[in-house]
Each structure stands twice: as C-alpha cells, then as structure tokens.
C-alpha cells in the first residue's frame, strides 16, 4: 500500500519531497492535498485540484482540474490547467526498480504564455521557480543508513494532447493570439534507472512547460514577423495611394 501510494501520488505533476508513505484517511484526499502543497511550494504559485479518483487495484487513476497560477505581475489568473489526467501504472512492475509507468494523458491542457518587453514570459518564471526548489541529487554524499529508500520511477510516455495556447504579445505593440498545439509527447521521463519519487513530478512539469515555451516563442517570432509584414504592405499602400490618388 505505501510504495503503491508513493507511486501515485509523485505522478501528479506536481509532487516531490517524502511522498512514500501514506497518512492516514482517504487517498484521494490525501493526493489531492500533496498535489496543492507541495506543487505550490516547488512553483512558488497556487496550485489548485478539482478532484481525484484513484483506482489502486487496477493500477489506474484520474486527476481532474487542476490549475497553476500565474505570478502576480501577469494578468491572467492561470498560466497552466488542465481538464483531466489520466495514469497507467504498469503492476509488473512493481517489485522491480526503476518502477514503471506506461502512461500518463493530460487531457484538454491550456497554456496561457504573457510575454515581457525583455522577451521574459510568466512560463519562464515558473521554470526559474521549480529550477531553484527542485533538489539536486548528490552522489557523493551517502544517504543514512535509517533514511527510507525512495522508489525510482520512470514513466515511458506522457501526452499533452492538443494543448490550447493564448499568447499575449501586447508588450510588443501587439495583440493575444490563440492556437492549438499539436500534441507534445515525452518519452521516457526518468531515464532507464528512473529518479527518486521527489524528484519525478518536479522534472515532469519541467519538460512539458519547457515544450510549451518552446513553441510559444517559435510562435511568438511568426507572428511578429507577419505583423511586420503587414505593416509594411500598409505603409506601401498609403505611399501608392498618396502618389497616385
């Protein structure tokens, strides 16, 4: 029971610290409570859950709504939610290590990426943010001998389907744009050897803001780029039209 808690509950995105062992009361409250706590504490913004419905005996759950806000100095309540998470735990799995996680699917994604006039973004922030709290792993210090070992877990594949991004670029003179991103898939997340329960969810939410930013800024660059474009057609047109009547 507590190494099948651990599992589930470092795979909500936003989990890390000792998550191995399992208080007492209802799991789903339980996740639902490390997911907000801990997410909250390793992104320095509120993280909220709808709800959780986790089936231990068939190596499945859900996570519904869960949200994570923006700092304060951007304008829109949320930099990232999501409709619904979906978890396949491999059960064969789980006498061996690096403990195995077929799948996880987020479903119905929104990305919203607000731009700063130095080329900053609130999905930058965020990541600075989870860089500084996430723990760095120190092979050469030992771990005490009556420290709790923690699982090693990696997860085969993980699938932000179709992730709805708004791009606010008014810092530019601009304007928000939307688009819907084809679907980003993470392979492998952990690695062959896997990483420690703590560290699985931080790197997790890592990768799939890190592949948001990436394509909001290659977004970003085109639309700027057609924006000059028009602006110069405009300009043309009136020089024509000032010349020629």
Do not use: C
């Amino acid at each position: 029971m507590k190494i099948i808690a651990s599992i589930i509950v470092v795979l909500l995105l936003l989990s890390g610290g000792a998550l191995w062992f399992l208080a007492g009361g209802s799991l789903n409250e339980y996740v639902k409570s490390q997911i907000e706590t801990v997410g909250t504490q390793v992104t320095e913004q509120a993280v909220t859950v709808k709800a959780v419905d986790i089936k231990l005996t068939s190596g499945a759950g859900s996570i519904l709504g869960i949200n994570l806000a923006n700092p304060k100095t951007y304008s829109q309540a949320n930099a990232f939610s999501l409709g619904e998470m979906t978890l396949d735990i491999n059960l064969e799995s789980l006498t061996s290590s690096p403990i195995i996680i077929d799948a996880i699917v987020i479903k119905s994604p929104q990305a919203f990426v607000q731009f700063t006039e130095t080329g900053g973004s609130n999905i930058q922030d965020i990541l600075d943010a989870i860089e500084r709290n996430t723990p760095k792993t120190d092979t050469s210090v030992e771990e005490p001998a009556s420290s709790a070992k923690e699982p090693k877990i990696k997860v085969s594949k993980i699938i932000l389907a179709g992730t709805a991004l708004t791009i606010d670029l008014s810092a530019f003179g601009n304007k928000e744009h939307s688009a819907t991103l084809p679907d980003i898939t993470l392979n492998n997340v952990g690695g062959d050897e896997g990483l420690p329960a703590s560290q699985l969810g931080s790197e997790i939410v890592k990768q799939a803001l890190s592949n948001i930013w990436k394509q909001a800024k290659a977004t970003q660059k085109k639309k700027l780029v057609d924006s000059a474009k028009d602006k110069l057609k405009e300009e043309a047109k009136k020089k024509l039209t000032d010349l020629f009547g």
